[in-house]
């Protein structure tokens, strides 16, 4: 019997860099769960879990939430069924922290570790992030710059003609994102680099361009 290795892919960029877009479309190339700490974050804000004012918070600043929440949510979340054959983790790590915390939790598993950059420059993502919206019905991405629905107001995929704008995608907060990118997730880039685990890629590039670059990184590893 062929036995293949389980990836835990693990996925960095700054906020706007097209991760989640991407990670969501390697997820279903690879027969995977992509697992999005800022959504689940976001479900906890919406529920009724002793968390959630405090979650809602942090993330309408746009700081961190704190390590100890982050590192149970990803414990538990790692521990399912679907994970088992790999796993595509998209905005985990965000500092020194978390990452020393992720290579303990996989360090007696199976899974070959690879980590991707998603590199752009600064002003390309106070653009994207600040035209972004999505569909209220489908979830389908857009932004008032770039990728505009064919129809102005109607969704392309389900016609719904309602939208949302992320409560954190105003400027004051993407700073703030940007600011802890910069101070806490972009030391996790050397610090993969300096174990020879890290892929980058350009990011400011067309979505099908960066996500065939993704592909042929993946493949050379
Ligand atoms: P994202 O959807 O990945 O842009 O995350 C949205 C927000 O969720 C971030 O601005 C943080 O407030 C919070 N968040 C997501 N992932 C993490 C993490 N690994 N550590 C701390 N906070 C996080």
């Keep these: ?29 690879l027969g995977i769960p992509r697992i999005s700490t800022g959504d689940i974050l976001r479900q906890v804000a919406a529920s009724n879990d002793p968390l959630s004012e405090s979650v809602k918070a942090i993330m309408a600043t746009g700081g961190l939430v704190s390590d100890e929440i982050l590192i149970g949510l990803v414990t538990s979340r790692l521990s399912e069924r679907d994970c088992l054959n790999g796993f595509i983790l998209d905005g985990f790590p965000r500092n020194i922290s978390q990452a020393a915390f992720l290579e303990n939790l996989l360090s007696d598993k199976n899974y070959k570790l690879i980590v991707i950059e998603i590199n752009v420059p600064e002003d390309v993502i106070l653009k994207r992030i600040a035209g972004r919206f999505s569909c209220k019905n489908c979830g389908a991405i857009y932004n008032k710059y770039f990728v505009k629905p064919r129809k102005e107001g109607v969704c392309d995929y389900c016609g719904s003609t309602e939208f949302v704008y992320r409560l954190d995608d105003n400027e004051k907060t993407i700073k703030e994102r940007l600011k802890e990118y910069l101070l806490q997730t972009a030391p996790v880039l050397d610090y993969f680099k300096a174990k020879s685990l890290l892929v980058t890629i350009n990011g400011n590039n067309p979505l099908d361009i960066v996500y065939n670059d993704l592909i042929s990184q993946l493949q050379s590893v």
Aim: proline share 10%; charged share 5%.
């Design 1 to 29: 019997m062929v036995s293949v290795q389980p990836v835990a892919v693990v996925i960095i960029g700054p906020p706007g860099s097209g991760k989640g877009t991407q990670s969501a479309r390697l997820g279903a190339f």
